[in-house]
């Protein structure tokens, strides 16, 4: 099939090679604004180099950077791709795409996706295409401007660009021209918030680079209202998993190529599960509207697409299932903890798939697919299964995180007060938030009294009037299991900054995640995200922004005392790893 499938695609893009005369005309016109004019002036009075070289520089770039869209491409790929996606994912669910329709016709639209597997650009242009809207132009990176799949994409709307250009003033004014030109155009643009894939299955702290010029194009034009569109992505088997392994694993990351797409074709017979597209709550701005920075724009945004992520089978097993390799679950008793952890996303306001797999089918889909394995009644992970399944698990975290780091306080203190929980909670609840991009309603000041009344109505907690105290529940360890590694790694953090208060910030990061790795080996467990240093660098931000240290170029000064959040953070964690800790810092 996946021969069958590249040959189809390489006729029907050899089929309509011509470049369109609205792309060659909107060329001429970027080369021609002044600005741009202005620019290449500037740049060969300070290079010494010939106008004329500079001016066929740009025409070089534009020729790169340029989408062109061709409507009877797409028509002809459409049922191509369809077959494509359903093969690999029988079950694909789409919510929240009527709306824009509505939206479309009062709004600027920018679709600001998650980012998990290169399956994202064709999903979302599918469901756009299907659902009869007009397709987006979406910014790729250069890196997939390869031979055969760089034609489809342009051809599709994709623009190819830098990954980093802000030092190159020339290609940073044509990329703003041609932003503004798209925008005056009214046409729908697309680009991933996080920037590059997400190697953990977390999301990974917003770029505002590509946002804040976007904004500042939106700005200029102001002829109509902006509508920020998050959409959630998920999969029950996303294709590059074995690969973000490999990275996470120490591997370098593999620079894409004609062969590899050509070695990757083989995914395509794979049978995947599911993929889940939900769109969140757009965020709409009025032309002339005060405007936050950027970078509070992109975690809102993130924010929005975590609070619309639907629950998949896989993500729910994997949050079920131990992390230390040797151990073994009943069936019968995971079939029993799904039920319960669906009763408590429900309560939580987290989507479930609709409609949603019976318990059973989850298992033997996730069997069926190697991602558990089965002894008889048994279900048992081998190392491989129980690295692979952090990333699914991973992306539930946001959801989660609360009720586990609220059963571990009460777990941990020993029948706390309620205001003691709560106080400990909040005083948490940035840091946690900066990490995972917790959805907005939980942040709200009712936040914790809600979320402590429904662990109490479904059984997880117990009030002893004044004290709360954990109840024998099945999933009681299991979500505190979920919360204790995102407590440890940030304490982690304060404790090597408590020894080094003055650290490079790369060697800061490199630190913890190498500890952190060891103390999860080490208690036998599989935690290959820690190996993403991305996911400390918003802690650190925060550590900041409160005043803790300072962070000014490359160089991590710590400015208050850290004792008081050691201390915390002995009393919550296992001194077993603390221990541990202590002495593996002492040998490095």
Not at 542 to 568: A, H, M, N, Y
Request: charged fraction near 20%; aromatic fraction near 6%.
């Amino acid at each position: 099939m996946a021969r069958v499938y590249l040959a189809k695609l390489k006729r029907i893009v050899s089929g309509d090679v011509l470049e369109s005369s609205a792309r060659r005309r909107l060329i001429h016109l970027l080369l021609a604004d002044e600005r741009v004019q202005a620019q290449i002036h500037r740049q060969a009075e300070q290079t010494g180099m010939p106008l004329l070289s500079v001016e066929s520089e740009a025409l070089k770039q534009l020729n790169t950077l340029c989408a062109d869209f061709s409507p009877s491409v797409v028509e002809r790929l459409y049922p191509l791709f369809s077959l494509l996606l359903h093969h690999l994912y029988p079950r694909i669910e789409l919510r929240g795409l009527n709306t824009l329709h509505d939206i479309g016709r009062t709004h600027q639209l920018v679709y600001l996706p998650t980012h998990r597997s290169h399956i994202d650009y064709l999903l979302i242009s599918w469901a756009l295409y299907r659902e009869r809207l007009p397709l987006p132009q979406v910014a790729a990176g250069d890196n997939l401007n390869l031979p055969l799949l760089g034609p489809i994409l342009r051809r599709g709307g994709a623009f190819f660009m830098r990954r980093r250009f802000l030092d190159d003033p020339l290609y940073t004014q044509l990329f703003r021209r041609y932003l503004s030109q798209l925008l005056e155009g009214d046409k729908p643009l697309e680009f991933f918030i996080e920037g590059g894939r997400s190697r953990t299955g977390r999301l990974l702290p917003a770029r505002r680079g590509l946002l804040g010029m976007t904004l500042d194009a939106w700005q200029e034009q102001c002829s109509k209202p902006l509508a920020l569109i998050p959409i959630s992505i998920n999969y029950d088997l996303c294709l590059e998993n074995s690969q973000y392994l490999r990275e996470l694993g120490g591997q370098p990351k593999k620079q894409e190529s004609l062969a590899g797409l050509i070695g990757a074709a083989t995914n395509l017979l794979r049978r995947c599960g599911g993929a889940y597209l939900n769109l969140g709550e757009p965020l709409l701005l009025e032309p002339g509207q005060q405007l936050p920075p950027a970078e509070q724009i992109g975690q809102r945004m993130l924010q929005r697409s975590n609070a619309a992520t639907i629950a998949t089978p896989l993500a729910r097993l994997a949050c079920l299932l131990p992390g230390q390799i040797e151990a073994a679950v009943q069936r019968a008793d995971l079939v029993r903890r799904l039920s319960l952890l669906n009763q408590l996303l429900r309560e939580l306001g987290v989507a479930l798939p609709h409609p949603d797999p019976c318990a059973e089918e989850i298992i033997a889909d996730a069997i069926r697919r190697h991602q558990i394995s089965a002894m008889g009644e048994r279900l048992i992970l081998t190392d491989r299964q129980a690295a692979g399944l952090c990333f699914y698990r991973n992306g539930l975290s946001h959801a989660l995180i609360l009720p586990g780091m609220m059963l571990l306080l009460v777990a941990r203190l020993g029948s706390p007060s309620k205001s003691t929980v709560t106080r400990l909670l909040r005083a948490l609840l940035p840091y946690l938030n900066a990490e995972l991009h917790l959805p907005e309603h939980y942040l709200q000041d009712s936040a914790l009294a809600s979320l402590r009344n429904r662990l109490l109505q479904l059984g997880l907690l117990v009030d002893d009037t004044t004290h709360l105290r954990l109840a024998e529940h099945p999933l009681a360890l299991t979500l505190i299991r979920l919360a204790e590694p995102v407590l440890l790694r940030q304490y982690l953090l304060i404790m090597v900054l408590e020894q080094q208060p003055s650290i490079e910030e790369s060697q800061l990061l490199e630190l913890v995640s190498r500890l952190a790795g060891h103390i999860h080996l080490w208690y036998g467990y599989q935690a290959p995200d820690y190996a993403d240093k991305r996911q400390l660098a918003p802690m650190l931000k925060q550590l900041d922004r409160d005043g803790l240290l300072s962070l000014l170029q490359g160089v991590v000064e710590v400015t208050r005392e850290l004792k008081p959040l050691v201390r915390t953070g002995q009393k919550l964690l296992p001194p077993v790893l603390l221990q541990e800790a202590a002495r593996w810092l002492q040998r490095h």
